[in-house]
């Protein structure tokens, strides 16, 4: 089999993997609960790739994202429940439908795209979604405000959106200095139980948490993605602990030899390099 630029090759080629005897025995053994991890590793890669504005290893990686799109789909086809064609139809009517002001008629076109159009779009697809899942038998749960926000998300992430979600119903400080209070409030509990003479780790787990929820409600009001921000300084840390090792590899010494005072002034050093 020749690889090709056509998506149906891709599609073969799974299908080849999970073909029962002469397939992958590995490919063979997985599932949507296994598979699930590798996507969302693959998610990340792509955005690193785009990070460091690489794009050679951005085609590579968007391909592995392809990829577990197909896997998930070929998966559900074995399963009698959708198959890829199916999913390519789902995302373009959804488009389409979400962008009557691009793709609708010239009264749809000319009215552009109003106020609250969105979600009033979103809310329908919701009712459709509930409607299909009736009509198959599935049993559909209490609807819930929050359950729009995957758990699945990073955690930072998970908690902006919940503030988010919850600020729509007025569930929110209406400025970040409240916020700012909230997370000194919540830095001093956290300072109590870490002094406590019998520190209990669940508390201490429960406090800290509090600490970063706070610090992404502080985030979205300043609107700043808390991932982002994290990410920026996850970078910063890399490149000022590459001054260390680069200079402990000029000394000829090996990293681990120095001491946490040697580290320390070649860290002061690299700070004044980059600053940001």
Same mark, same amino acid.
């Given at each position: 089999?020749?690889?090709?630029?056509?998506?149906?090759?891709?599609?073969?080629?799974?299908?080849?993997?999970?073909?029962?005897?002469?397939?992958?025995?590995?490919?063979?053994?997985?599932?949507?609960?296994?598979?699930?991890?590798?996507?969302?590793?693959? =998610?990340? /890669?792509?955005?690193? $790739?785009?990070?460091? *504005?690489?794009?050679?290893? #951005?085609? %590579? !990686?968007?391909?592995?994202?392809?990829?577990?799109?197909?896997?998930?789909?070929?998966?559900?086809?074995?399963?009698?429940?959708?198959?890829?064609?199916?999913?390519?139809?789902?995302?373009?009517?959804?488009?389409?439908?979400?962008?009557?002001?691009?793709?609708?008629?010239?009264?749809?076109?000319?009215?552009?795209?109003?106020?609250?159009?969105?979600?009033?779009?979103?809310?329908?697809?919701?009712?459709?979604?509930?409607?299909?899942?009736?009509?198959?038998?599935?049993?559909?749960?209490?609807?819930?405000?929050?359950?729009?926000?995957?758990?699945?998300?990073?955690?930072?992430?998970?908690?902006?959106?919940?503030?988010?979600?919850?600020?729509?119903?007025?569930?929110?400080?209406? =400025?970040? /200095?409240?916020?700012? $209070?909230?997370?000194? *409030?919540?830095?001093?509990? #956290?300072? %109590? !139980?870490?002094?406590?003479?019998?520190?209990?780790?669940?508390?201490?787990?429960?406090?800290?948490?509090?600490?970063?929820?706070?610090?992404?409600?502080?985030?979205?009001?300043?609107?700043?993605?808390?991932?982002?921000?994290?990410?920026?300084?996850?970078?910063?840390?890399?490149?000022?602990?590459?001054?260390?090792?680069?200079?402990?590899?000029?000394?000829?010494?090996?990293?681990?030899?120095?001491?946490?005072?040697?580290?320390?002034?070649?860290?002061?050093?690299?700070?004044?390099?980059?600053?940001?």
């Amino acid at each position: 089999m020749l690889p090709s630029r056509d998506i149906s090759r891709l599609i073969e080629i799974m299908k080849a993997l999970r073909t029962p005897v002469t397939g992958c025995p590995w490919d063979l053994e997985q599932t949507f609960k296994t598979i699930s991890p590798y996507t969302i590793e693959e =998610a990340y /890669e792509v955005a690193d $790739a785009i990070e460091r *504005e690489d794009l050679p290893d #951005l085609k %590579e !990686e968007l391909g592995d994202l392809l990829l577990q799109v197909v896997y998930h789909a070929q998966i559900a086809e074995e399963e009698d429940a959708f198959a890829f064609e199916d999913v390519v139809e789902a995302i373009t009517k959804k488009m389409i439908r979400r962008h009557p002001h691009v793709f609708g008629d010239d009264e749809q076109k000319a009215a552009g795209f109003p106020k609250g159009a969105w979600d009033k779009v979103k809310d329908e697809e919701k009712l459709e979604r509930k409607q299909l899942r009736q009509q198959m038998g599935l049993l559909e749960k209490q609807p819930r405000f929050l359950d729009e926000v995957p758990s699945a998300f990073p955690a930072l992430t998970e908690a902006e959106k919940l503030q988010h979600r919850a600020s729509k119903v007025g569930f929110d400080w209406g =400025a970040a /200095e409240p916020v700012l $209070a909230k997370i000194k *409030e919540e830095i001093d509990e #956290l300072t %109590e !139980e870490v002094q406590a003479g019998t520190p209990d780790r669940n508390k201490i787990e429960d406090e800290l948490g509090d600490v970063l929820f706070a610090l992404a409600n502080l985030a979205r009001h300043l609107e700043i993605q808390p991932e982002a921000a994290l990410k920026r300084t996850n970078a910063k840390f890399r490149r000022r602990f590459a001054h260390i090792e680069d200079a402990a590899t000029e000394e000829q010494r090996p990293l681990a030899d120095l001491s946490l005072d040697e580290m320390e002034a070649h860290w002061q050093a690299a700070k004044k390099f980059d600053p940001k």
